[in-house]
């Protein structure tokens, strides 16, 4: 396990090559879990835990963690299992997401792998056992699921989404909004910011997607001519927003689009790489006022 936490602590970004780090866990069976490492502040072994009244059924209580409370949420219950047995036997893997810290009970950790965002796949469709998925991928001849953490966490404490700004949307002339994320609660979290800002947008599962969208629109037109901007995730099966950026960017006809990135990664953000990458503006999830203004800023410009 010291091995372990010690490559949590030493790993670096893979950003802009397409690659990343899963820190691979089980929950209480034999099918392995991923996460990405740059989401991971650090592993432990499951401390003594806080019950407090009136939580989500999912929280098994608050932990005391370098001075911070933090809820520790069995992924286990989140996803429609049973409670995680012998939880002082366990382990919690404290993560950052969408400007939040929480504890994620786990029944095992394994170890990290480098892995490239093509060889991780969309989920199969129809059927209620991949509803909590964002991605699967192949790891030593058995499958490796990635959880919809921000599903997951909607479900336990929902997002607001009201826009409470004041905003004015001007000169949209008939564009529209790309949208690029792999999680189904992000993109309507997105969605129904925008459309209370009288905006319309199309929507893509991942960054192959929306690349194959915009291609097709350049073969007519200067993609900038249909959308207005788009707003995109950075973690996304098959294709990452970090390399959806750099394509897009390297292309004459789709280089002029404004790029939003807006990711779940708050924090332990590296500003750099979204320079380097040519996107033009960055966002951490999740604030409607903070994305309605990027968006009104971009189009009333």
Not at 141 to 146: A, D, G, K
Not at 150 to 168: F, G, H, W, Y
């Amino acid at each position: 396990m010291a091995g372990v936490l010690d490559s949590v602590n030493q790993r670096t970004q893979l950003v802009g090559q397409n690659r990343l780090e899963l820190l691979l866990f089980k929950l209480g069976g034999i099918q392995r879990y991923g996460i990405n490492v740059f989401k991971v502040r650090e592993v432990l072994q499951c401390p003594p835990l806080t019950v407090l009244p009136k939580l989500n059924g999912a929280i098994r209580g608050v932990a005391y963690v370098r001075g911070q409370a933090i809820s520790i949420i069995d992924m286990n219950l989140a996803t429609g299992g049973r409670a995680i047995d012998d939880i002082e036997n366990r382990f919690i893997i404290v993560t950052e997401y969408n400007r939040s810290v929480q504890g994620f009970l786990v029944g095992s950790v394994e170890r990290i792998i480098n892995i490239n965002w093509e060889d991780i796949l969309p989920p199969p469709a129809g059927s209620s056992r991949y509803s909590y998925l964002t991605a699967v991928t192949e790891v030593d001849n058995s499958l490796v699921e990635v959880l919809d953490v921000e599903k997951i966490l909607d479900e336990i404490a929902p997002v607001n989404t009201e826009v409470t700004e004041q905003i004015t949307i001007e000169n949209m002339e008939n564009k529209k909004i790309l949208v690029a994320d792999d999680s189904s609660v992000a993109r309507k979290q997105i969605q129904r910011t925008l459309t209370a800002l009288g905006l319309e947008c199309d929507l893509a599962k991942n960054g192959k997607e929306a690349l194959q969208m915009l291609q097709e629109v350049s073969k007519t037109q200067p993609v900038f001519e249909k959308y207005a901007l788009m707003i995109s995730d950075v973690e996304m099966p098959e294709m990452d927003g970090y390399t959806l950026t750099s394509e897009i960017k390297n292309h004459p006809d789709m280089k002029d689009l404004y790029i939003i990135l807006h990711t779940s990664l708050s924090g332990i953000f590296n500003q750099a790489m979204v320079e380097k990458v040519g996107a033009n503006d960055f966002i951490a999830k999740f604030n409607p006022d903070e994305l309605a203004i990027a968006v009104q800023k971009v189009i009333n410009c």
